[in-house]
């Protein structure tokens, strides 16, 4: 599960770029040169303290949150 949230964060990271770099192309040659290049953020993550759910299966979860 968490391997799936790294890769599903690594790939709402690359939309982010390809969106911030589509933007940039957009706004011409002059504006390239004041921006600069995507920052990366510093990677945080939040765990709950109590689980929600006792006792349930990887694979529950992952089809539960995948279908939401």
């Known amino acids: 599960m968490t391997?799936?949230?790294e890769r599903h964060e690594k790939i709402e990271r690359h939309a982010a770029v390809i969106?911030?770099?589509q933007q940039d192309h957009e706004l011409g040659p002059?504006?390239?040169k004041c921006l600069g290049p995507p920052r990366a953020h510093a990677q945080k993550v939040k765990m709950a303290q109590n689980p929600s759910v006792k006792?349930?299966?990887f694979n529950v979860l992952a089809?539960?949150?995948w279908h939401h």
């Open 63 to 65: 089809e539960h949150y």
């Open 55 to 57: 006792a349930t299966s």
């Open 19 to 21: 969106h911030w770099r």
């Open 3 to 5: 391997a799936w949230l």
């Open 30 to 32: 002059e504006s390239q």
